[in-house]
């Protein structure tokens, strides 16, 4: 089923040279739109490259780095393409980030450029103002993008041919400490288009995607950036997901895949489930990463809609993948599939480092092409990371006899109740079961006697019909004792990066003391 003959190896180009074939091959073709604006394939072959031209007219070296600071945009795309054309270093900023997280960022990957909207200047100065170097500050229009920037005469541009160089710096979640900046290479990331996403998921130039995910993350700029050029697909970037809007752009039935991480699936299913609508009809394939999808709620989707939902385990210091199920009958409920081709995957026991029998938990670890240059400017923290070139992922998984392979948790997120170890997924999975629950997390909380104990944070359909005693006697009916909640408490949601990963130190800092 797979091997070095899967890999696409043809995808694997610099951004000028794909761009170039893609408005040859397809002129009247979109490539990307939102709710504002469109281009086809030879305006943004035209756009990024003025603004390449541009980029390096106002001073833009090969290697600096640039900051995104856009929401979900056609003009993400064509800043980002922009300055990777231009030799630049592309830094994703979430739109959302405070002040505090952007200038973070922006000195920490010593950013000569920012783009942003004009509405954000003001935050950008305040930024700037701080910093003892000049930053260049680029407008994007909302509407009409950067098409004011023409490509001056004399520019000096010349399209970046290097896909081994760093052209991404995307920063980690920072759910279990400060952010880093994981160093990627063009190369990197389309060697997951080129084992992945083409040959397993079947992403094609006639595919048009419904893209839900933030770009900011390297899921989604993976995925719904650099494979939709790489493969010549068309898409529709949501700026943020809402229920409402998938809805309605669903109903057009223009759709044929559609990537999410595990709560948009959840919210989707549920509004359907609730409505009665099945609105996948023209969608071949959805697939999702970021977090733990249940395997009780990818049953649920495939049966409601008859469509194949393939769950799959990436993280930024791999560019993305490293885990993903192929499509057909062939699948483990709850596993995250099998290793992509060319890469190799270990599970070790944390502290003697040895491989752990099959059914053991172990420690998953990986190298391949796919694998990080490094974090920016951490070099103790990349030692630690990677060690005689494997991945040191911090997530525990185990693999059956076939080698399918089931994260079940985090070393650091393990809950230590007396001695026993608790893993949150497996707590969440089973609260999931029970149809009340829309969302949850689990989070251990100290106590005097046990050292932690896991308590419960549920999101419900209706929380004057809830029965706590009866969600507390479903968990001991499908727990053994010790992994059961201690307490359980009614959120209004739980709080997640937008990969989708629960952010357990916030939700624990909102929860009242025992």
């Known amino acids: 089923m797979g091997g070095a003959k ?149 520019s000096g541009f010349e399209d970046d041919r290097d896909v081994d160089r760093p052209a991404y710096i995307v920063y980690t ?84 895949f559609m990537p999410g991480v595990p709560t948009v699936f959840h919210y989707f299913l549920s509004a359907c489930q609730t409505s009665g609508e099945k609105l996948l009809s023209s969608v071949r394939l959805c697939v999702s990463a970021g977090a733990i999808l249940p395997g009780t709620l990818n049953n649920d989707f495939e049966e409601f809609f008859g469509v194949a939902l393939l769950d799959g385990y990436g993280i930024t210091e791999t560019s993305t993948m490293v885990i993903m199920n192929w499509p057909g009958r062939w699948r483990v409920s709850g596993s995250c599939g099998l290793p992509l081709p060319g890469v190799t995957v270990r599970l070790v026991d944390p502290k003697t480092g040895l491989d752990v029998p099959v059914g053991s938990e172990g420690e998953l670890i990986c190298k391949g092409p796919n694998l990080m240059q490094g974090y920016h400017n951490k070099p103790q923290e990349t030692q630690k990371a990677v060690v005689d070139g494997w991945y040191r992922t911090g997530d525990l998984a185990k693999s059956d006899a076939n080698g399918f392979l089931t994260i079940t948790g985090r070393l650091k997120e393990l809950i230590i109740r007396g001695g026993q170890n608790i893993a949150p997924a497996e707590v969440e999975e089973t609260i999931l079961l029970d149809h ?56 209004d949601e739980i709080p997640r990066t937008g990969s989708g990963k629960i952010l357990r130190v916030k939700l624990r800092e909102s929860l009242p003391a025992a």
């Open 436 to 491: 009340t629950v829309v969302d949850c997390a689990v989070i251990g909380m100290p106590h005097m006697m046990l050292g932690e104990v896991p308590v419960a944070c549920v999101v419900l359909k209706d929380a004057e019909a809830f029965d706590q005693a009866a969600l507390l006697t479903h968990c001991k009916e499908r727990l053994s004792a010790y992994k059961v909640p201690d307490r359980i408490y009614i959120v």
């Open 173 to 256: 979640s920072g759910t279990t400490g400060q952010p880093k900046g994981v160093l990627l290479s063009t190369r990197s990331m389309l060697w997951v288009t080129a084992a992945c996403w083409a040959p397993i998921a079947g992403m094609n130039e006639n595919d048009v995607v419904l893209n839900t995910l933030p770009l900011y993350h390297s899921y989604a700029l993976n995925i719904a950036v650099l494979s939709i050029i790489a493969l010549g697909a068309s898409e529709y970037i949501m700026e943020k997901f809402s229920t409402t809007q998938a809805t309605e752009l669903l109903r057009s039935g223009r759709f044929t």
């Open 6 to 154: 899967m890999i696409r190896y043809d995808l694997i180009a610099p951004v000028g040279e794909i761009l170039r074939r893609n408005a040859r091959l397809y002129p009247e073709k979109m490539a990307f739109e939102d709710r504002i604006r469109s281009v086809s394939y030879p305006r943004l072959d035209a756009e990024t490259e003025a603004l390449a031209s541009h980029l390096v007219a106002r001073g833009l070296r090969q290697g600096q780095a640039v900051a995104i600071f856009l929401p979900n945009s056609v003009n993400w795309v064509v800043a980002c393409l922009s300055v990777v054309r231009a030799g630049g270093i592309c830094v994703p900023v979430s739109i959302e980030s405070t002040e505090a997280e952007l200038a973070y960022r922006i000195t920490d990957a010593g950013c000569a450029v920012l783009v942003a909207l004009p509405d954000k200047r003001t935050m950008a100065d305040a930024v700037l103002s701080r910093l003892d170097r000049p930053v260049l500050v680029i407008e994007a229009d909302p509407v009409s993008g950067f098409l004011g920037m023409e490509r001056p005469q004399s």
